[in-house]
């Protein structure tokens, strides 16, 4: 009985070791594919900032016309005026006529066709500058439209390229707010920003970061301690508007004007 547990334990024993390679292989496949998915996990997670673009040079233009498109409509609005007016005096100088002549005196017919005939081009003429006025509203509700999606910062942009580690993100619609991720494995970040074909630099120097588990136990990377001073770029201008003093990636926005 004796001789028969020992024969199974050692077949046991070599069942054991031709397979542990295998075992041990699988295992080892098995942490390199959970690796690989913590890291691809981690990349997909880049910290991100947001950024918020008003193309205030545009803006200028557009309030220019706008300007010039109110001084015409207030232009055209006098000369409607006046040509209404003319109408209404005309009409009222043919009315007295009518009757004077319903009442035999015919000496007057000439007059008032002559005035029938002032009437019908003062008319045209209005017609013509209620025409000219229409286009302008027009005009003036497309250039305002145009204003208020600047003010809001709607605008395209067509790609944001991290310099640092050679990641470019390209986009196709217009947005407002635009989520630029950082370089997770440095302090700093050096954007190139593609807008209608002209290219801008914003690098993001000296921030912060920590490594945290969230609630789903997604382990993540976030930066904070973001600062105007450790900015550089080649907009206009720039404006770093956190809730906090610390300045966290997730509730800070750096508005851009160019």
Excluded at 61 to 87: G, K, R
């Amino acid at each position: 009985m004796a001789n028969g547990l020992s024969l199974r334990r050692m077949e046991m024993s070599r069942f054991f070791v031709k397979h542990v390679g295998l075992v041990l292989g699988l295992s080892l496949g098995f942490l390199a594919i959970v690796s690989c998915e913590k890291e691809s996990d981690l990349v997909e997670r880049d910290p991100t900032i947001d950024l918020v673009f008003y193309n205030i040079d545009s803006l200028v233009q557009v309030e220019d016309t706008l300007e010039i498109v109110a001084d015409s409509i207030e232009v055209l609005t006098d000369t409607l005026t006046h040509f209404a007016d003319s109408a209404s005096v005309l009409t009222d100088s043919i009315a007295v006529l009518n009757q004077l002549i319903s009442q035999g005196d015919d000496s007057l017919i000439a007059t008032r066709d002559e005035l029938l005939e002032e009437r019908r081009l003062v008319n045209l003429d209005y017609a013509y500058f209620d025409q000219q006025d229409s286009i302008m509203n027009v005009s003036k509700k497309k250039w305002t439209s145009v204003q208020t999606t600047i003010n809001s910062g709607d605008l395209l942009v067509s790609s944001i390229t991290n310099k640092a580690n050679n990641r470019t993100l390209y986009y196709t619609d217009s947005a407002i707010f635009w989520s630029v991720p950082l370089d997770m494995n440095s302090d700093f970040s050096l954007l190139s920003v593609e807008i209608d074909g002209e290219f801008y630099d914003l690098d993001i120097y000296r921030y912060s970061k920590n490594i945290v588990t969230d609630e789903y136990s997604n382990v993540l990377i976030e930066t904070f301690g973001f600062d105007e001073r450790n900015m550089t770029h080649t907009f206009d201008s720039l404006q770093l508007n956190c809730k906090t003093s610390d300045c966290f990636d997730f509730e800070s926005s750096i508005y851009i004007y160019f």
